[in-house]
């Protein structure tokens, strides 16, 4: 099981200092990978692709290191038929240049699944070990947006928020690396999670998006009174489950309903503490 020392970026929760800066659209590309499998074994020209990242589960009693935990919708992994799916991942040589990898992670034995799924809702978590020479850096798990956050920021309809993922299996170029992409929050109001369920995003979702992160990442935000001209406000506010459709019609819209992170940290919670050798 790869462990790596936690990314220690915050000098409090969800607040980039600038005297430490870490560019953070490439830290969630950097933990976003395609997901990809068969959706019929019989036929293997039919395969089921999705979006997956990273997010670093402290050790218990150590935690400067974290295990790996591959998040993504439920429905991705529910839809890949076998024991296996492929992740495609990026290999940095020493001279600099990235490579495209593929790996192979088991998700079931059998009959028997080997991720966790949230009870009610469209995520799933597993932990998964990762070659040690991949590019690959997992997103602390505090950066998941519970409903203090929202309160706390005010996000609000309008606000803009980015996505990594794979609209149509596409690969940004031959090296396997995510494509980043763009909306805004077209929702209110957005707590509390545990009723709302999700929330809307102003942005087309293509299959391949399902599974990929939707955070906020803005410099010298309002919130309470004033402007916080200091402060870089990023948190993964959920992950895309699907593409709105109007339920007489089926006419596709170009909004996507986006799950809570909050449920993704209730996931990772029923996770065991340590993973199976």
């Given at each position: 099981m790869v462990l790596r020392p936690l990314l220690l970026v915050a000098m409090s929760v969800g607040v980039i200092s600038l005297q430490k800066p870490v560019e953070?659209?490439?830290?969630?590309?950097?933990?976003?990978?395609?997901?990809v499998g068969p959706a019929d074994l019989s036929n293997r020209t039919l395969v089921s692709t999705g979006t997956g990242f990273l997010v670093g589960h402290p050790v218990p009693n150590d935690?400067?290191?974290?295990?790996?935990?591959?998040?993504?919708?439920?429905?991705?992994?529910?839809?890949?038929?076998?024991?296996?799916?492929?992740?495609?991942?990026?290999?940095?040589?020493?001279?600099?240049?990235?490579?495209?990898?593929?790996h192979q992670v088991k998700i079931r034995q059998g009959a028997t699944t080997l991720w966790t799924q949230h009870p009610t809702e469209d995520v799933a978590v597993m932990y998964t070990n990762l070659p040690n020479?991949?590019?690959?850096?997992p997103v602390p798990e505090e950066f998941l947006a519970i409903d203090a956050d929202f309160d706390k920021y005010e996000f609000h309809p309008g606000d803009e928020v980015f996505t990594v993922g794979y609209p149509y299996g596409l690969e940004a170029n031959t090296l396997g690396f995510p494509?980043?992409?763009?909306?805004?929050?077209?929702?209110?109001?957005l707590s509390p999670a545990a009723e709302l369920k999700t929330f809307k995003v102003d942005f087309s979702v293509f299959g391949g998006n399902s599974g990929g992160a939707i955070f906020?990442?803005?410099?010298g935000r309002q919130y309470g009174t004033s402007y916080h001209i200091d402060e870089r406000v990023f948190r993964i506010l959920g992950l895309v489950s699907n593409?709105?459709?109007?339920?007489?019609?089926?006419?596709?819209?170009n909004v996507a309903g986006i799950?809570?992170?909050?449920f993704i940290r209730e996931t990772i919670a029923l996770l065991?503490?340590?993973?199976?050798p």
């Open positions: 953070l659209n490439s830290l969630m590309r950097d933990a976003t990978f395609k997901i935690p400067q290191r974290t295990y790996f935990v591959l998040v993504t919708a439920a429905h991705v992994l529910n839809g890949i038929q076998g024991d296996a799916a492929m992740l495609v991942l990026r290999v940095r040589g020493k001279d600099g240049k990235y490579a495209r990898q593929e020479d991949v590019s690959a850096q494509i980043l992409r763009s909306g805004r929050i077209a929702s209110y109001p906020i990442n803005q410099l593409q709105v459709t109007m339920v007489a019609t089926g006419e596709r819209l799950v809570y992170a909050q065991p503490a340590h993973p199976k």
